[in-house]
């Protein structure tokens, strides 16, 4: 990956290489912890359609192994139905905190969050994540079809929606050039799919399921350019008339974003387009961004 603005040289270069290092480690935990839960979400679609204007009110949160740290503190921001939101700041701020809570994967210490003005802890939890999907960084299949993995949002999906939601997905052509096309199996005794593949095969999913609300987790390591440029694409297409919380490190994806959340230690310390934290003299964001992001 590329660093934008290289003035800071070896030192710019050290300090993503820290950052990404506890990340990986962080990320062990979350493999373990929330992976499972998150392959969950997409199993069922929405029995009630929502429209997808979120609102976190003055939230705080603790992780319930770990009392005495509190890691979102007075978290408040919107998210209005189709807008686009990006979460940045530095490893360990909250980032993904804040879309396990949307998620309702813990319990918030106080505040509130709402889904379309309503509680989301007096939403039916199925039908709250029904009405989600999850892109994370990196997707993890099960074992079973490609078929089966792209249907798992919506199990009576007909071969024509599953093969429309792969093509939009820019997943249709790999798919289609395997000796078993949809029915190949993925997972140990299957085929092996890169980063990239995995991430369409999990964008089609989110196609067919048609969510109101997309939480989506960037990869903060580059794909190679062509199969970047594909899923891309397909994001793209994802996030088309819904409402997108992203957990950002593209330069892209932030500049295109409707409000960008900064999240330093747990509290939000910016928010505004690109271009106004762009021009915030000494702000994090302004450092962040000579520093972090993705050029792609
Ligand atoms: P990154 O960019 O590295 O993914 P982040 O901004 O998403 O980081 P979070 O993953 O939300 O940060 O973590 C915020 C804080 O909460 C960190 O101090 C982290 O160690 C802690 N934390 C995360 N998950 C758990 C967990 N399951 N149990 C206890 N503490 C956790």
Redesign the pocket.
């Known amino acids: 990956s590329t660093f934008v603005g290289a003035s800071f040289g070896g030192i710019a270069e050290l300090y993503a290489q820290i950052q990404k290092a506890?990340?990986a480690t962080?990320?062990v935990?979350?493999l373990l912890?929330e992976t499972p839960e998150e392959i969950n979400v997409e199993a069922n679609g929405a029995h009630e359609k929502i429209k997808g204007n979120v609102a976190f009110n003055n939230v705080a949160f603790s992780?319930p192994?770990?009392k005495e740290i509190e890691?979102l503190k007075n978290v408040s921001f919107t998210a209005e139905f189709g807008q686009k939101i990006a979460i940045v700041?530095p490893?360990?701020?909250?980032?993904?905190?804040i879309s396990s809570l949307l998620l309702r994967f813990y319990d918030i210490s106080s505040g509130v969050i709402t889904v379309d003005g309503k509680n989301i802890y007096d939403y039916d939890l199925e039908n709250l994540r029904g009405n989600m999907s999850i892109v994370p960084q990196d997707v993890i299949l099960f074992g079973g079809t490609i078929k089966e993995n792209i249907a798992y949002g919506k199990p009576d999906a007909t071969d024509e929606e599953i093969i429309q939601a792969a093509k939009q997905a820019n997943a249709f052509n790999f798919v289609n050039g395997f000796p078993e096309k949809f029915e190949t199996l993925v997972g140990e005794r299957g085929v092996k799919l890169s980063g990239g593949q995995r991430q369409r095969i999990a964008i089609a999913r989110a196609l067919l399921k048609n969510p109101s609300i997309l939480i989506l987790d960037e990869a903060t390591s580059s794909l190679d350019s062509e199969s970047e440029k594909l899923v891309q694409e397909a994001l793209e297409i994802l996030m088309e008339g819904r409402t997108s919380i992203i957990?950002a490190h593209r330069l892209s994806t932030i500049r295109s974003a409707d409000k960008i959340l900064v999240?330093d230690n747990g509290k939000i310390t910016e928010e505004g387009t690109h271009q106004e934290l762009i021009n915030l003299e000494n702000g994090i964001y302004k450092n962040l961004s000579n520093l972090q992001f993705t050029h792609n």
């Open positions: 506890i990340g962080e990320r935990f979350e912890e992780y192994s770990r890691v700041g490893s360990g701020a909250g980032k993904s905190t957990i999240l």
